[in-house]
């Protein structure tokens, strides 16, 4: 039986992963938070994996605990700077890591059809939007920012986030990126592609978060049977 650790184990997404994982036959050795997550450093049991939806505050103990134990490390925690993105991917040498700003395969699809369309349809206007409740705390979201490298993978096109008041036509080869927040909403992302009367739309909905949830137990299972490395979720789970 493999075994597992949570981290961010009291939020909404932490509680649903506890127990995907547990019906999906894990044992879970523990659940860590802000009041106790620095025990990982030293004093947390040693299991298989740490599956990690908390907070960027929390990675550096992350980190600490997959080099203390070997623990293959499943990261779903959005927000993180560019050189914590570095520290995950350095730990992929040692050890199995998978990082993802979203779990849900059918986003893992989109990003490919988006890339897809992109390149098929060059010189279209391109605009994605997202949409998510009103509790979040960081936009664009980091599946928008995924959409956008899907469009844009050597970013070099021009980004807005808004428009307001007099700002001219739009600039030849710009992206928009919009982020919409309120109610209950688990996640809505649009990829809009303009071109001469005609619009190509590619929309994703959440209806719940456990789809994310089934996502990074899936990518649990399927990175404690690869060897060491970084992988990427889309990769790790579609080939």
């Not at 490390?73 to 993180?80: E, F, I, K, N, Q």
């Not at 050189?83 to 040692?94: N, S, V, Y």
């Not at 688990?186 to 071109?195: D, K, R, Y």
């Amino acid at each position: 039986m493999a075994s597992a650790i949570v981290v961010g184990a009291e939020g909404r997404m932490g509680r649903l992963v506890r127990e995907t994982l547990l019906e999906r036959g894990f044992a879970v050795l523990g659940g860590y938070d802000v009041d106790n997550v620095a025990e990982l450093d030293e004093v947390a049991p040693a299991a298989d994996v740490v599956v990690d939806f908390s907070a960027p505050a929390s990675l550096a103990h992350v980190l600490a605990y997959a080099r203390r134990t070997g623990a293959a490390v499943v990261s779903g925690t959005t927000g993180l700077a560019d050189d914590q993105l570095a520290e995950l991917r350095a730990l992929g040498k040692k050890n199995r890591v998978v990082w993802a700003s979203n779990y849900s395969l059918g986003v893992a699809v989109l990003r490919r059809v988006t890339a897809v369309a992109a390149e098929a349809l060059a010189g279209w206007d391109v605009e994605i939007v997202e949409t998510h409740h009103n509790q979040k705390v960081d936009a664009p979201s980091g599946t928008a920012k995924a959409l956008l490298a899907a469009v844009d993978p050597t970013g070099e096109r021009p980004v807005v986030g808004g428009r307001e008041g007099i700002c001219g036509p739009r600039v030849p080869g710009e992206i928009g990126v919009h982020a919409v927040r309120g109610g209950t909403v688990a996640g809505t992302h649009e990829v809009h592609l303009f071109g001469p009367d005609e619009e190509v739309c590619l929309t994703h909905r959440a209806t719940s978060r456990q789809i994310f949830v089934t996502g990074a137990v899936a990518a649990a299972e399927r990175l404690l049977a690869r060897e060491p490395g970084f992988y990427d979720f889309d990769a790790l789970m579609l080939g």
